[in-house]
């Protein structure tokens, strides 16, 4: 039996304005009826933004539609009720027309009161910017598997309930039956391994049809040992390798760990010195967020969220781009502050971090055809390799090569004696700064050679994938 072949609909910038705007109405309320379509989150920590203004809410929010995320997962502590900052993310939600819903925080201080969590989730259920799922507010947790409040929770607030329960396993939270379904936490691989999606495919079996929001994550490197965490997961290639896993594993959703979260080094966010309280709370010995920046990690966010949202369609490259990210010490440079690969905490193997990161120049790009990649680490040029490539010769090429060396680091690519994109980055050195107190940070430096972090979007974008029937609309069209 022949497959179907997705059939697309283009409209363009050349499409009158009038025209345009009349098929995005009519196309948008009919696919909203039709189907629930598929939805990328970022985890953002509600206690890192406690003296944001307005503007800086604004920012964050259309850096993070720039990327194609659909909205915030707001994580909160019970003493973490930010009313005044609450109410500026919602209204600059809503000004923007991006969506935000609570994950409640029942690890980081204690379970909610459950009226408090019953009477935050009707306050702004309600709200238009409130993200919601079968016409329910859709509510989400980091762990509470405990609690015994869900179902009088769930009951009073009507909410679609997709809880992560990481803690008591996928098949005994797929057993209680208040859960509409399932979010993981396991977003980092265990041990010295590139990632996997064994546990994806165990939420998957558990949940048996109800919905899975599968976690994505950069990085993970944390040092606070007023919060019992001194350790390091690695990291070296999961931003390529989750993201292939995502667009082939198709979840009914996507949460990125983290938007803001400086305190464990995952952040894809733009840094904030006023968010960086955490750092003196968990008794950090050094502040390893300052100065490494994050923000090349959004650059090819737009094109695998609409792969991902979009699987059998070929996403247009409007612009070729590269991303590089590394540690700025050798491993053998620095003490480790304690830090271990892996963590008993978390019941593993404990490894030296040595062996969990390398000390390698890791490099993705955005590529219409193959390139070569040319990395230079002060006076001394190595040639590069690719060790992923996409099948059709056009996608994201992602390798890394090792670096023994002390200096500026360039990454470049080329096509013939044509640089397409190249990116100076920060340099490596053998120096440990006295600010460190020697220790080795664990954190990454992430550069790109996208003007603020995000690739412009294709004139052409794919919003709804029906069956056989993907409607693609052009971006503009929707700015009404």
């Known amino acids: 039996m022949r497959k179907s072949r997705p059939l697309?609909?283009?409209?363009?910038?050349?499409?009158?304005?009038?025209?345009?705007?009349?098929?995005?109405?009519?196309?948008?309320?009919?696919?909203?009826a039709q189907v629930q379509a598929k939805a990328v989150f970022a985890h953002f920590m509600?206690?890192?933004?406690?003296?944001?203004?307005?503007?800086?809410?604004?920012?964050?929010?259309?850096?993070?539609?720039?990327?194609?995320?659909?909205?915030?997962?707001?994580?909160?502590?019970?003493?973490?009720?930010?009313?005044?900052?609450?109410?500026?993310?919602?209204?600059?939600?809503?000004?923007?027309?991006?969506?935000?819903?609570?994950?409640?925080?029942?690890?980081?201080?204690?379970s909610w009161p459950k009226q408090d969590t019953i009477d935050l989730m009707n306050k702004y259920k309600d709200h238009p910017a409130y993200y919601k799922y079968d016409s329910k507010p859709f509510m989400s947790t980091f762990e509470g598997a405990t609690s015994k409040d869900w179902p009088d929770i769930k009951k009073q607030t009507d909410s679609f309930f997709i809880p992560d329960f990481s803690s008591i396993g996928p098949e005994a939270a797929a057993n209680r039956t208040y859960v509409d379904g399932l979010f993981s936490w396991a977003a980092w691989p265990n041990g010295p391994t590139r990632m996997k999606t064994s546990a994806?495919?165990?939420?998957?079996?558990?949940?048996?049809?109800?919905?899975?929001?599968?976690?994505?994550?950069?990085?993970?490197?944390?040092?606070?040992?007023?919060?019992?965490?001194?350790?390091?997961?690695?990291?070296?290639?999961?931003?390529?390798?989750?993201w292939e896993?995502?667009?082939?594993?198709?979840?009914?959703?996507?949460?990125i760990i983290s938007w803001n979260d400086y305190g464990e080094s995952h952040y894809i966010g733009p840094l904030h010195k006023d968010g960086y309280e955490a750092f003196n709370r968990g008794?950090?010995?050094?502040?390893?967020?300052?100065?490494?920046?994050?923000?090349?990690?959004?650059?090819?966010?737009p094109y695998v969220v609409d792969q991902y949202k979009n699987p059998n369609s070929?996403?247009?490259?409007?612009?070729?781009?590269?991303?590089?990210?590394?540690?700025?010490?050798?491993?053998?440079?620095?003490?480790?502050?304690?830090?271990?690969?892996n963590s008993e905490s978390q019941g593993q193997v404990e490894y030296k971090p040595s062996e969990i990161v390398h000390d390698r120049i890791m490099y993705s790009a955005l590529l219409n055809s193959t390139a070569d990649v040319t990395v230079s680490i002060g006076k001394t040029k190595v040639t590069g390799s690719w060790d992923n490539t996409p099948k059709d010769g056009k996608g994201i090429y992602h390798g890394s090569v090792p670096f023994t060396q002390s200096g500026e680091v360039k990454v470049s690519i080329?096509?013939?004696?044509?640089?397409?994109?190249?990116?100076?980055?920060?340099?490596?050195?053998?120096e440990c700064p006295k600010e460190e107190k020697g220790f080795q940070n664990y954190n990454a430096w992430v550069g790109t050679s996208g003007a603020d972090g995000t690739v412009a979007p294709s004139t052409a974008m794919c919003l709804f994938s029906l069956g056989t029937v993907t409607f693609i609309l052009a971006r503009e069209m929707i700015m009404l």
């Not at 247009?316 to 620095?334: D, F, G, M, Q």
């Open 8 to 32: 697309c609909l283009y409209l363009s910038k050349s499409t009158p304005a009038t025209m345009q705007r009349l098929y995005a109405l009519a196309l948008l309320s009919w696919c909203s």
């Open 46 to 110: 509600v206690g890192n933004s406690a003296e944001f203004s307005d503007k800086e809410w604004k920012n964050d929010i259309q850096l993070a539609q720039n990327a194609h995320i659909d909205g915030f997962a707001l994580n909160m502590a019970h003493n973490e009720m930010l009313p005044a900052t609450l109410d500026k993310a919602f209204e600059q939600a809503e000004d923007l027309d991006f969506k935000l819903f609570f994950s409640f925080d029942y690890a980081g201080n204690g």
């Open 200 to 242: 994806d495919d165990a939420y998957r079996h558990a949940l048996n049809g109800r919905p899975y929001m599968m976690p994505v994550s950069p990085w993970f490197y944390t040092n606070m040992p007023g919060f019992d965490k001194n350790w390091v997961w690695a990291g070296d290639n999961l931003w390529y390798d989750r």
């Open 245 to 255: 896993e995502v667009i082939s594993f198709q979840p009914e959703f996507v949460q």
């Open 283 to 301: 008794e950090a010995p050094f502040n390893y967020a300052n100065n490494m920046p994050h923000d090349g990690w959004r650059t090819f966010l």
């Open 314 to 341: 070929t996403i247009p490259i409007k612009e070729e781009n590269v991303v590089t990210w590394y540690r700025l010490h050798p491993a053998s440079a620095c003490t480790t502050g304690g830090t271990t690969g």
């Open 414 to 430: 080329s096509r013939g004696d044509k640089e397409i994109a190249s990116i100076s980055g920060e340099h490596i050195t053998s």
